[in-house]
């Protein structure tokens, strides 16, 4: 996948050893991520975003402009009808968006798919019932699943039911949050 590690390196004066070190990485392992050589996972890009200062989806990049055009609308019966030819870029809903890959089936989203899920302000975290999420508890854990429920006490203060996307799964009572990320696109690239 190509990215843009390198872009903000430079920018803000880092060397790959320098970047390296930051992250726990030899500048060697490093030039290899820059270049497409070695798997950028999202483990990984957390790390080199928060060193760089910068979100993780600011990493990603779609491309050079151009590099792939939009050349009509299908409609409901799988009818294309043809447009002119303009460019084509894919742009993420917001500055708060999250990605994650599937490396695992997780309810009804397949293996190998991009989960692009778009942070909600606290303000807005009724929003989130009722749909899927990418969670992340006040204890750093994050986990893929429903809103179930919200709650508000003087004791716990705002917290959540949550459950696992799988049919059966678990179920979880008043878990504290530190944010909500509902799904907001599915990505799949087939070979």
């Not at 004066?13 to 950028?40: D, F, H, W, Y």
Request: hydrophobic content about 35%; overall charge positive.
């Amino acid at each position: 996948m190509r990215n843009k590690i390198r872009q903000f390196r430079k920018q803000r004066g880092l060397t790959l050893a320098g970047l390296g070190t930051a992250i726990g990485l030899t500048p060697q392992s490093v030039s290899r991520i820059e270049n497409g050589k070695m798997r950028l996972s999202t483990g990984w890009m957390e790390k080199i975003a928060a060193a760089l200062n910068v979100s993780p989806v600011d990493l990603l990049d779609a491309g050079p402009p151009g590099g792939s055009e939009l050349i009509g609308e299908i409609g409901e019966d799988g009818y294309c009808q043809s447009a002119p030819p303009q460019p084509f870029r894919l742009t993420l809903p917001g500055p708060d968006s999250r990605v994650v890959r599937l490396a695992q089936p997780c309810g009804p989203y397949r293996a190998g798919e991009y989960l692009v899920c778009v942070r909600l302000p606290r303000a807005r975290h009724e929003m989130a019932l009722g749909h899927d999420c990418l969670v992340e508890l006040t204890d750093g854990a994050r986990h893929l699943c429903r809103v179930v429920s919200r709650a508000i006490s003087q004791r716990r203060g705002e917290t959540f039911t949550l459950s696992g996307l799988a049919s059966g799964s678990w179920v979880r009572s008043e878990q504290p949050v530190a944010w909500l990320a509902p799904v907001r696109m599915r990505l799949q690239f087939t070979g």
